[in-house]
């Protein structure tokens, strides 16, 4: 298996311009995870995702933020208006229920200007 | 209040060192994850535990539930481990909701 598989590596935008970010888990992992790391806050959960359903998006900024997983093999996460503030590096992570290991995507970074 | 502490914050050794590094949080957990953050940015997962000890080549991962505390330790230790190690916690009962320390930022010098 490849890993997990997160795109673009990196991404600038101009504030105001709409962002997605995406993800491939592991086949066969059933856990996906979407992380946001800056230097102020560290790592953060953003949402996660268990068979395909949103768990909990508790931290989730604000509406502006949005995650899909329409499949088992795809998920995006969605930034729609892009702020300044918004510029860290995302993560995505999966893991199945059984093993309880978390691998991780090599991250998206993104900077908006 | 679920926090997780982790120190040292930063952390200079000379190659061959012993090294450790702790985590303590605050309430109970249904398990304890170590990752490693490369240079580069890459998180990997070092160790999961609940209970007990674990050993994988030169890292060793320890935890004590009545204590809430954690401790990695690196033998022997290389250049090749200067990486931010990172402590995170579930609070979820074990669905990997996972809270993260501050991570120890470790440079190991020749």
């Known amino acids: 298996d490849a890993g997990v598989i997160q795109s673009p590596r990196h991404e600038v935008t101009e504030m105001g311009q709409e962002v997605t970010l995406r993800c491939k888990p592991i086949?066969?992992?059933?856990?996906l995870f979407w992380y946001r790391q800056t230097m102020m806050r560290g790592l953060e959960l953003l949402i996660y995702?268990?068979?395909?359903?949103?768990?909990?998006d508790s931290g989730m900024p604000e509406d502006r933020f949005s995650a899909k997983m329409p499949n088992a093999s795809f998920s995006t996460l969605k930034i729609q208006p892009s702020e300044p503030r918004d510029s860290a590096v995302y993560f995505c992570?999966?893991?199945?229920?059984?093993?309880?290991?978390?691998?991780f995507g090599a991250g998206s970074r993104l900077t908006v200007l | 209040k679920n926090e997780v502490e982790q120190s040292p914050q930063n952390l200079t050794a000379q190659e061959g060192e012993f090294i450790t590094i702790n985590c303590s949080y605050s309430?109970?957990?249904?398990?304890l994850h170590w990752l490693q953050q490369h240079p580069g940015g890459g998180i990997v997962s070092l160790f999961m535990?609940?209970?007990g000890k674990k050993k994988h080549g030169r890292l060793i991962a320890t935890i004590n539930i009545q204590e809430k505390h954690s401790s990695l330790h690196i033998t022997a230790s290389h250049p090749r481990d200067s990486a931010v190690y990172i402590c995170?916690?579930?609070?979820?009962?074990?669905?990997?909701?996972?809270?993260f320390g501050a991570g120890t930022r470790l440079a190991v010098h020749p």
């Open positions: 086949s066969g992992h059933d856990y």
């Open positions: 995170a916690v579930d609070f979820s009962g074990g669905y990997n909701k996972l809270i």
């Open positions: 995702f268990n068979n395909n359903v949103p768990i909990d």
């Open positions: 309430v109970g957990i249904s398990a």
């Open positions: 535990l609940s209970s």
């Open positions: 992570a999966s893991s199945s229920r059984t093993g309880r290991v978390l691998t």
